[in-house]
Structure formats: structure tokens, C-alpha cells
């Protein structure tokens, strides 16, 4: 059982943990995570780190929210150990910033998982730095769900 | 800061498991080769400054965000694959 700050306890098997192969810059030396979800706000999921209680990120697979999904290099499919065939799940991190506190997501920097392993690791791909953040579309649920900081909901 | 001068081909190592060798030098490009082991992440500069501020941001909005939802996270993600 783990206590997050924000989502209160929660259990996680040994088989949930996401070992990252490096920390998510820049927070150094943490590396176990767990994806959480609410179905109700599918397609996003919160990956909780289980060692600082505080810490989570909004994420959303790359083609539910991007399209398809950028392919690995071979080192990185070696490194997160995916067999021929396999892919890895690819995961976007949303982000709330900007002065226009404008909903984006990092299409540069996905987060993949090999769920088989519990492997993972943040690759940075090649293109334009603003690809960092880009708009999310206006019809997801986040923006439906009300402009920042506009709703009464208290994590539970 | 280490300098060192390097030819094409020489390389460098850092610590006992990371090898960094000159590739090829044109005009004042410069392509590296690096040998790393996989827990070792390797971004160019720039990028690495980026993704850690897009990620740190995305750290510090996370909770306002989660606070337009309704509820929070009642199963793991796990748990219906």
C-alpha cells in the first residue's frame, strides 16, 4: 500500500510498478511509478510516483489524444526489452501552463511503458522544441470538464 | 569545466561504463557516437532544458487540472487490462 498525497492509498502490486530506466527530468533519482485511472476520465491517467507522495502527472496515451505513435529507436526497444513485435505503450504528458493556462501535451517527450516488463523511459524525439506543447484539442474531456481551476472537485 | 581536444575516432569515457567517440567534424558541426548504458538518458542540451521545464510545469498544474475533474482515480490502470 502506498499514501499518495493526492489520491490517498493505494494498493500496488509489484507487476503495476513502472521502473523508469531515468528519472523524468528534472526530478533526479525518482523512478518507480504507477499508473492510476477514473474511468469516467478515460483517456486520462495520472502516473503517481511512488516515491514522493505529491508527485503525479496527468498523461494520456499518445493515440488516443496524437495519433499513432512514434516508433522507438532499437536501442530504446532494447532498453525497455521489448521483443520483436512487441510495442511499447506510448504515453503523452499534459501539462497546464502558459499564460493563457493552456492545456498541452508534450508530442517531443512521450513516455513509453512495456507493460510486460514494467519498463519505461521518457525519449526525446527530433523535431521543434514547441512540440513540447502543443494545444489540446478544445473537445476533450479536460476542457469539458471546465477552464482550470474552475471546478468544486476535491481528490479523493 | 574538463577540456580535452580530441581527432576524429579518439574517444572519451566517463565513469567506467560511458564511451563518447568523435565521429566526424564538418564545418562547426561536430557528430557524436555514445555508448551508454540504458539507465543512462542522453538528450541534447537544449532538450533536456525544455522537456524539464514542460515537465515540471506539468507537475505543478497537475493538481489544478485534477481539480476540474470530477473524481479521482478509483482503480489502477491496470486493473481492466
Known sequence: MFQTQHFGPVAVSDQEVIHLLGPLPPFAGLTRYVLLRDPEHEPFLWLQSLEQPALFFIVAPHEAVAGPSPPLTPEGRRALSLLAGEQPEVYVIISLGGGAREVTMNLLAPVYVNHSTGLGRQAVGEGDLALTRVPLCPSSPVLQGGRPGAGSHSPG | ?81
Not at chain 2, 31 to 60: C, K, M, S
Open chain 2, 1 to 81: 569545466m574538463l577540456v580535452l581536444t580530441r581527432q576524429v575516432e579518439d574517444e572519451i569515457v566517463i565513469g567506467s561504463n560511458i564511451r563518447v567517440r568523435v565521429l566526424g567534424i564538418s564545418g562547426n558541426q561536430v557528430r557524436l557516437g555514445i555508448e551508454a548504458p540504458p539507465e543512462v538518458t542522453i538528450f541534447r542540451a537544449e532538450l533536456y532544458d525544455e522537456v524539464a521545464r514542460q515537465n515540471q510545469a506539468a507537475a505543478d498544474g497537475a493538481l489544478e487540472m485534477l481539480r476540474t475533474l470530477t473524481s479521482g482515480p478509483r482503480t489502477k490502470a491496470t486493473d481492466e487490462e
